[in-house]
């Protein structure tokens, strides 16, 4: 058997290295980067894919081209109520997982990043107070949703797992204020984006536990068959957190799988001064 050694890549860690000094040394800057118009984006950026390679040095100058046309997110100027700023521990490890591209299904395929996986979940349940529990990590909250979703029409609706629906409506109560992935998902999950009622809000966005108990009495009363009430921890709009401990009576009345979406303010729970805005 012979064995053959491949040419050294003309790309290594120094080229990295200095486009991402680059990225960095711009963020720690005190001017915000603008956006370029999309009509200058596509006239002036290596944005369409060549019909033959490029080769790697070509590739990393596209790359540094898209990046210093990409707006500033991670500035010291930069604030959003959803991202912003950079832990710098953080981006290494992001960096390093990438590097590593490891399959995190089994601790044969990723050792001991299953373990670190699995002591970071526990951490966080037992910091909001849900020892005992499980949990996963999901790409955003959309997606978080859609899982709690499935796990609530799995317990409430036994079967529907195998053999689906029976037909009858399956009714889903949220806030008017709620996150647009609700209907989505109402329409993934198979019980219809019709099937999601909107429940009235007080002038703060917060939902009212008594229009939500009409609203599962008056569907009840006409044949219908209510089967989860998803509340929210802050919303995306107003930042509203909805009264779980009162909606939890509703639910525990009506026979109702009780879900918070706490995508953008569940972290409350990590804060002993505003963990009562997750009470329930």
């Not at 390093?96 to 996986?117: C, D, F, H, R, W």
Request: charged share 25%; with cysteine; hydrophobic share 40%.
């Amino acid at each position: 058997m012979s064995l053959h050694s491949t040419p050294a890549s003309a790309l290594d860690a120094r080229d990295i290295a200095a486009l991402i000094a680059d990225i960095v040394d711009r963020d720690a800057s005190d001017d915000a980067r603008i956006p370029i118009s999309i009509e200058e984006a596509i006239a002036t950026l290596p944005i369409d894919l060549p019909r033959s390679g490029v080769g790697e040095d070509g590739a990393l100058e596209r790359l540094r081209q898209i990046v210093r046309a990409t707006p500033q997110a991670a500035g010291s100027r930069f604030a959003n109520q959803l991202f912003g700023g950079r832990e710098r521990v953080s981006t290494v490890a992001d960096m390093i997982a990438s590097v590593l591209n490891t399959s995190m299904y089994t601790y044969k395929a990723a050792g001991p990043q299953v373990l670190v996986e699995r002591a970071v979940l526990l951490s966080m349940l037992e910091k909001s107070g849900m020892t005992g529990g499980d949990g996963m990590f999901t790409p955003g909250g959309s997606l978080s949703n859609l899982a709690c979703m499935i796990v609530g029409r799995n317990e409430r609706v036994p079967g529907t797992r195998e053999g689906g629906f029976d037909g009858r409506g399956r009714f889903i109560y949220t806030s008017a204020e709620s996150h647009y992935s609700i209907t989505k998902n109402a329409n993934m999950i198979g019980v219809g984006r019709s099937a999601v009622r909107p429940v009235e809000v007080d002038r703060d966005g917060r939902m009212l536990p008594d229009a939500l108990r009409d609203a599962v009495r008056r569907d009840r009363d006409e044949g219908a068959r209510p089967m989860m009430v998803i509340a929210t921890s802050g919303t995306t709009v107003m930042g509203a957190f909805d009264p779980i401990d009162a909606i939890a009576d509703v639910a525990a009345d009506e026979g109702l799988w009780l879900h918070v979406d706490g995508a953008f303010g569940g972290t409350a729970l990590m804060n002993p001064e505003a963990r009562g805005l997750m009470s329930g």
